[in-house]
């Protein structure tokens, strides 16, 4: 089966640049819009992941928790999700997207049926925010025989050993947290650094796609061009939350930031 | 299921951190992968090394000030007829709540481990006011995070942690409660996990947390056990031990000695929080049946919605406002071990007015729930049964709350 993320890497690859990916929340600020923004910013993003919302956050910053809790609070439920990215699969169909979120919403659903659901919701891949490795060893493998890419986390923190073995046990796609902090964080790591370290996980396995996450913004997505595929999410929410404050149209004032990040790797 | 004999109820888990193979586990991002297992590791090793055994028990000794009392009451056993109560006067160690022998425990841990900086998360107020005078005793720079909501209803134990040097974090988001502080802990020990050691204020959390705690307050019980055989000359035939359970740390501490008994010979009964008469909602997860989820890094039976949301909870006692509970808690309600069951604000209200009435003794709004099923089931019971509730907290903290609901000074 031909992998949606494997293809989008490849061609922004092709394309000499990394590809973008984008995080908003599904359901913010309502499940009609949350799709709109979704599906505009796919004109500029390669790989849309979508975050299923949960109120007690132990890993996310401030933008994604205000985010979270205003989707929840218009009471976005799991099935919506699953809806919502359907729904965008239909006119996007090459677009990869990855469901990402906090690992009791899946255990509550039931790890197969979310998994069935997330087949026939044409989901590309899942980042499960608190399912560390090695605990996460049979959901990934399930993911698998479901055709979904599990993305395996790396921080700073990640000793040599257990980035050999998370490397090994990988699917096509490892997401490098950038430094130690929740996400939406200043970045307080230069990005020489980052992309040593970056460059430790690629020379493992350069098949593999590395994407660097956490703190990126405008200012610094082109400083870190030379990864596989860089990841937004903070500063879109935030964007989000600032159309609502002065009632303007998230929709066009997400994907003007999402264009401008798109403008700045290529 | 089944409880092992002659091991600590806190090592009686799997290599994933799993008691029973559902509950505990470390449910946690990657970041704090490597510093949970630096602590991990560290504590290990420390609990069986001698020179910190002995610092430990140093400490425990003369800052902490063991043994806590072991007394009667009299005047309330006589005056509700039946079964002789008991109090293990908890709230008797320094800063008034067992909550010190973690926080102590943690200083010391966090001091091996060369790290300067110790943050908490507190919901009476109890955990944070410990973690900043161990703080203050072992030089090292605190930070609590606590429920905006807490710290309004908290405000004497609030002073107590300024006093100390600590600075409070106040948490806005969510219910702005005990949930809330953990988290808020939690992402702050993902950002700052290089210099800075985490105390989690209870036997909940990712599993060396649960161990770490359980181990610390497993003090309350060993006095206790000694305290049983020079009182009774040896450990009487019916004994009752009733606990308040939160996180569930004072609990385990309070039982630990106890698990391998009978418990024909020696009942363990947990007293969860069961919120306003009126309201449906509550802080019980295992004494109202709550499901199995992940909070906060371990798995446990918690107050949630069908999605997995976590519930809001409500409760008088900020120390009991809690949606999930310790792993080791649900592990030894499976197993039937200890029996779960709640009492109300209204009834904690009552049982403080009637031990403070009765009795030289202030418990907190927290053991006031224990006392509240110590005096409900007293009457029923032969005067031969001994109940023991353990008091573990001082009710100074909740001056403002008990003044409004009773008119009190």
């Known amino acids: 089966m031909v992998s949606l993320i494997n293809e989008a890497f490849k061609k922004a690859r092709n394309a000499n640049r990394p590809a973008l990916l ?31 919302p949960h109120n007690t956050p132990i890993a996310d910053g401030g933008q994604i928790q205000t985010s979270a809790y205003r ?19 239909l006119s996007k169909k090459t677009t990869p997207i990855i469901l990402m979120g906090y690992y009791n919403m899946i255990y509550q659903y039931d790890e197969n049926k979310f998994l069935k659901k997330c087949k026939s919701s044409k989901i590309d891949g899942l980042i499960v ?45 490892i997401y490098y947290i950038s430094m130690l902090s929740t996400t939406g964080g200043k970045l307080k790591v230069s990005p020489k650094k980052i992309l040593e370290n970056y460059f430790k996980i690629k020379n493992q396995n350069k098949s593999k796609n590395v994407v660097i996450g956490f703190g990126i913004t405008e200012k610094s997505i082109k400083s870190l061009k030379k990864a596989d595929g860089l990841v937004v999410g903070s500063a879109i929410c935030k964007e989000i939350s600032k159309s609502i404050k002065k009632r303007q149209n998230a929709v066009t004032n997400v994907t003007n930031v999402v264009r401008r990040l798109k403008n700045k790797i290529k | 299921m089944k409880i092992k004999k002659g091991v600590p109820l806190i090592d009686q888990h799997d290599q994933f951190g799993f008691w029973g193979g559902k509950f505990g586990g470390s449910f946690i991002p990657e970041t704090l992968k490597k510093p949970v297992e630096d602590l991990t590791d560290e504590f290990k090793k420390l609990r069986k090394d001698k020179k910190f055994i002995k610092k430990k028990d140093y400490y425990f ?66 955990a944070g006011k410990m973690l900043s005078m161990a703080a203050k005793k072992f030089g090292l720079k605190c930070k609590i995070f606590m429920g905006a909501k807490d710290i ?77 055989k020079s009182e009774f000359k040896k450990i009487p035939k019916k004994i009752k031990l009733i606990n308040c359970v939160g996180g569930g740390s004072s609990a385990y501490g309070f039982w630990s000695e106890f698990i391998d008994f009978n418990k024909k010979q020696i009942e363990l009964i947990g007293v969860e929080a069961g919120g306003p008469k009126k309201s449906k909602l509550h802080a019980a997860p295992l004494s109202r049946n709550a499901k199995i989820g992940v909070l906060h890094g371990a798995a446990s039976y918690v107050c949630q919605d069908n999605e997995g949301q976590i519930n809001e909870t409500e409760s ?34 009552n049982a403080h007015v009637m031990v403070t009435k009765f009795e030289n003794l202030n418990p907190s709004l927290e053991p006031s729930h224990a006392f509240a099923e110590a ?31 009773l008119g009190k000074n």
């Open chain 1, 129 to 173: 925010v608190d399912l560390p490795y090695p605990e996460n060893k049979i959901f990934s493998k399930k993911c698998k025989r479901n055709g979904i890419n599990f993305v395996q986390l790396v921080s700073p923190t990640t000793s040599n050993i257990r980035l050999k073995r998370i490397v090994r046990d990988s699917h096509n796609m």
């Open chain 2, 61 to 126: 000794k003369n800052y902490i000030g063991s043994p806590t009392s072991f007394v009667k009451l009299e005047n309330l056993s006589s005056h509700l007829g039946g079964a002789q109560i008991w109090a293990k006067v908890v709230s008797e160690a320094n800063g008034g709540a067992h909550k010190i022998y973690n926080a102590t425990v943690h200083a010391l841990l966090c001091k091996a481990m060369g790290k300067k900086y110790i943050v908490g998360d507190t919901g009476a107020g109890y």
């Open chain 2, 152 to 228: 309004k209803r908290q405000k004497p134990n609030c002073d107590a942690m300024k006093k100390n040097g600590a600075e409070i974090v106040p948490v806005y988001s969510g219910s702005q409660t005990l949930v809330d502080a953990v988290s808020e802990c939690m992402r702050y020990w993902v950002s700052n996990c290089d210099n800075t050691h985490m105390c989690v204020g209870s036997t909940v959390g990712p599993n060396i947390f649960v161990k770490i705690c359980g181990w610390s307050t497993a003090q309350i019980s060993r006095e206790l056990k000694k305290q049983l």
């Open chain 1, 71 to 89: 989707a929840i609070k218009n009471g976005i439920k799991i099935n919506d999700v699953f809806a919502i990215a359907k729904e965008f699969k």
């Open chain 1, 22 to 52: 984008t995080y908003t929340v599904a359901g913010d600020n309502t499940k009609k819009k949350s799709l709109d923004i979704l599906k505009s910013i796919s004109d500029h993003a390669d790989i849309c992941e979508l975050g299923f």
């Open chain 2, 375 to 405: 005096i409900k089931i007293a009457p029923k019971l032969s005067k031969d049964t001994i109940i023991i509730v353990n008091s573990c907290g001082d009710a100074k903290k909740d001056r403002d709350i008990l003044r409004e609901r």
């Open chain 2, 316 to 349: 008088i006692s900020a120390g009991l406002d809690y949606p999930g509970v310790s792993p080791i808690h649900c592990f030894l309600k499976d197993t039937k071990r200890a029996r779960y069951t709640y009492a109300t604000d209204e009834d904690a209200l």
